[in-house]
């Protein structure tokens, strides 16, 4: 037996392949190593649970990629927790799976299970609140930047590519893997070894000695990281028994390919899989350049996209792209690989620095893309998804791929229609991409309430099963799946959970409405800020006002929750300050609303608690907008008589050539409560022209977007009406019309009229 067979078959009947996830090389050699092994069993890294979807994973017509998605409730906490298992057509994995298949050997999956690994809550990367954990995910030592410094490559990816992929020429598979075995003891060198790792290598370990006791010829397919440290356990003795989770799920679902992309927070991905998948087709029909066969097909589709971008590109550059692609590997002295077509892309392709993020986007998008995957017919479906189905199926809406449809759905008059409408308020509360709401009131956001019927466009595609099979975590209904994702909503400390209480409402959640409301009345004690309990009262009054449309019951307790936000928030509205432009303009929002309650005399409103507020606010030193709607909110309340109301505009306008930007922004917040009333008094009008007219013109191109803003508030004839007034019935300006220029023109003038000036200066012509 040569070295490199000694190194990787460190005992007889026992042959390990040392891979990295998802690499296309590593795939094609493990094919090589598979035949001239011929192993009785392939054990492959991968949680236990996973040997219940051998069937689906090595059924005919399963398509990679897919993805083995893993959830369980774990801890005295009863935490949330999932993670995935991608695997692409180029996985080594995918390939052990699917050789083992073709030549009947027996394959089975050997890591420690997901059950076991939740209960360690310092494995916080699984629990819900994560973007996307997965189980392939291995250490990264600062070797790592060790290596790639002197290299000259961009990242630990380019170097990957250039010594393990596309760099290299591997006279065959043992050495080949063998030159990996030795990159993976490298990488443990100097680190030391963390909890999980050890347990996991502890337990592969463990399964491999029961099937070498059986007399098996072994195979292990596993990170070359693991490698060193399962061969040291071989021989150990077995380790008692974890606690595992209560439960565990584990599902087959459809996983697109651009998910494997590392920039899409997938830390064991690789970077550009679309163009990889094309290396491993490529090495299928027997190329012997396969990772430079992909280069003039992707520069001919990238050129065809930029061009329908607007992005000038033609053939001949598609055809010195793949020129250059060459050129620049034999200059470094390597295999032209994806850096290079990378960098030769961009350099022919690009030339306009104005177009530089279209290029980015449209490359990123072309090298990512690929394939879909394929699941087996008739595959047992996780809970929530049959449930969904049979929702689907009770209220006529698409249940199946490709069906689409329009709902229109009549939510205060016909009960049923409530019903569908709360199903797809549940769906669009889990993410599932299934409903848009097209028309109609959304209370949730506040918007298009003036509507009494919601109209939905409705549209089964593949990510709604895939979804709702990874919503699974959270229950086996939708009911049950919205409720315990609201729950942990309601458990994070971010937000308001006065956003939940209008959830409930719109998904028909009311026997968790108690717990919610719980999470308020907590809230309201513990919020300090004027402007979230300003906007959480908001919130709750729509909440109240709308509980009985939409059907909802146990909201017995938002009147007293109503009357104690809004007086704490009158309380608190005074420790406002300063502060900046997007927060002051939702502070005047707030204020709105809370005149609004006044205006409509709502029972939890106390009008002289909410005045002496708004006097409060006027007299202290918060942002000009809020004090402008301060100041109309007492105006139009009558608690300011028309002369109070005079001094403060006059005030205000006394600032004309000290702050020309406060004065536009106090009338953005006057305008927005109190139009009417200032249209109705030519004194104040009058007040307003002279100012205008008294503005340089460096002043009123300062205040001027300010204006524009205050002004956008009033309908055409009020600003037809306002426009008379300030410039005379000859000389009307359209405030509201298209010949007030926009931001864009308004800075262009400035610097031409500044270039005029400095040209007209050294002739002696300027002022």
Request: net charge negative.
């Amino acid at each position: 037996m040569n070295s490199d067979a000694q190194r990787l078959s460190p005992r007889a009947g026992l042959m390990f392949a040392p891979v990295r996830h998802h690499s296309p090389r590593c795939a094609h050699h493990l094919r090589e190593l598979v035949a001239g092994f011929a192993p009785q069993r392939i054990l492959i890294e991968g949680p236990d649970e996973l040997n219940a979807l051998m069937p689906l994973l090595q059924h005919k017509q399963t398509r990679a990629p897919v993805a083995a998605y893993l959830h369980a409730v774990a801890g005295e906490e009863a935490l949330r927790c999932r993670a995935y298992v991608p695997l692409t057509a180029f996985s080594p994995e995918w390939v052990a799976l699917r050789e083992a298949a073709r030549l009947h050997i027996a394959a089975s999956f050997i890591d420690l299970p997901f059950a076991t690994r939740v209960t360690d809550t310092g494995n916080s990367a699984y629990f819900a609140r994560a973007p996307e954990p997965t189980l392939a995910d291995e250490p990264r030592p600062d070797l790592i930047a060790a290596l790639v410094a002197p290299s000259g490559c961009q990242d630990f990816d380019a170097w990957w590519e250039r010594h393990f992929e596309s760099g290299l020429d591997a006279p065959s598979a043992h050495a080949y893997f063998a030159s990996l075995l030795v990159f993976g003891e490298l990488l443990r060198a100097g680190s030391g070894m963390d909890p999980d790792n050890a347990a996991r290598e502890a337990h592969m370990a463990a399964r491999i000695s029961e099937a070498l006791a059986l007399g098996e010829r072994c195979l292990v397919v596993c990170g070359a990281y693991h490698v060193a440290g399962i061969s040291a356990m071989l021989d150990a003795p077995a380790q008692g028994v974890v606690p595992a989770a209560q439960e565990v799920g584990v599902h087959l679902i459809a996983y697109p390919l651009e998910r494997f992309e590392r920039s899409q927070r997938y830390s064991a991905g690789m970077p550009a899989p679309g163009y990889y998948q094309r290396v491993w087709q490529a090495w299928q029909a027997g190329d012997l350049a396969p990772y430079r066969q992909p280069f003039a097909a992707l520069a001919l589709e990238l050129a065809a996209n930029l061009r329908e971008s607007g992005i000038p590109v033609t053939l001949p550059d598609a055809i010195e792209t793949v020129a250059m692609a060459h050129r620049l590997a034999a200059l470094r002295g390597c295999h032209a690989g994806l850096a290079e077509l990378r960098e030769s892309l961009r350099s022919t392709m690009l030339k306009d620095d104005s177009d530089e993020a279209g290029f980015a986007a449209t490359l990123a998008s072309l090298l990512a893309r690929g394939p879909d995957g394929a699941l087996p017919p008739d595959m047992p479906l996780a809970p929530l998804l049959a449930d969904a189905i049979a929702a689907c199926l009770r209220h006529r809406m698409p249940s199946r791929f490709g069906e689409s449809k329009k709902k229109d759905l009549d939510i205060y008059r016909n009960e049923r229609h409530r019903a569908a409408s709360q199903v797809l308020h549940q769906l669009r509360f889990l993410g599932v991409p299934y409903g848009e709401r097209v028309a109609g009131p959304d209370f949730v956001n506040a918007t298009d309430l003036g509507r009494v019927r919601e109209i939905w466009s409705l549209r089964w595609i593949t990510e709604t099963a895939t979804s709702l099979t990874e919503n699974s975590r959270y229950g086996a209904s939708l009911a049950d799946a919205a409720v315990n994702k609201l729950l942990e909503q309601l458990a994070q400390p971010a937000g308001s959970p006065a956003d939940l209480v209008l959830q409930v409402l719109a998904m028909g959640l009311d026997k968790v409405a108690d717990k919610v409301l719980d999470g308020v009345e907590r809230w309201l004690g513990d919020s300090y800020d004027p402007l979230a309990l300003a906007q959480g009262t908001a919130k709750l009054a729509l909440a109240f006002e709308a509980r009985l449309a939409l059907g909802g019951v146990g909201m017995a307790r938002l009147l007293p929750l109503l009357e104690r936000g809004f007086s704490q928030t009158c309380i608190r509205l005074p420790w406002l300050g300063m502060t900046d432009a997007a927060r002051s303009q939702a502070m005047l929002a707030a204020l709105d609303d809370l005149h609004g309650m006044i205006r409509r005399q709502a029972q939890w409103a106390d009008p002289a608690l909410f005045y002496d507020a708004c006097a409060s606010l006027h007299d202290g030193d918060v942002a000009p907008q809020v004090r402008g709607g301060a100041a109309a909110i007492l105006t139009v309340s009558g608690s300011w008589t028309p002369g109070r109301t005079s001094a403060a505009l006059a005030a205000t306008f006394a600032l004309a050539h000290l702050a020309p930007q406060a004065i536009s922004d106090y009338m953005q917040g006057f305008l927005r409560i109190a139009r009417s009333w200032m249209l109705a008094s030519p004194q104040h009008l009058d007040q307003l022209s002279a100012v205008l007219a008294a503005w340089s013109e460096d002043d009123f191109l300062s205040a001027l977007p300010s204006m524009r803003l205050a002004f956008s508030q009033l309908s055409r004839r009020e600003t037809d009406e306002l426009a008379r007034v300030l410039a005379g019935p000859s000389q009307a300006l359209d405030l509201g019309g298209r010949r007030v220029p926009d931001m864009d023109t308004l800075h262009h003038s400035r610097l031409c009229l500044e270039q005029v000036a400095g040209i007209m200066q050294r002739w002696g012509v300027g002022p």
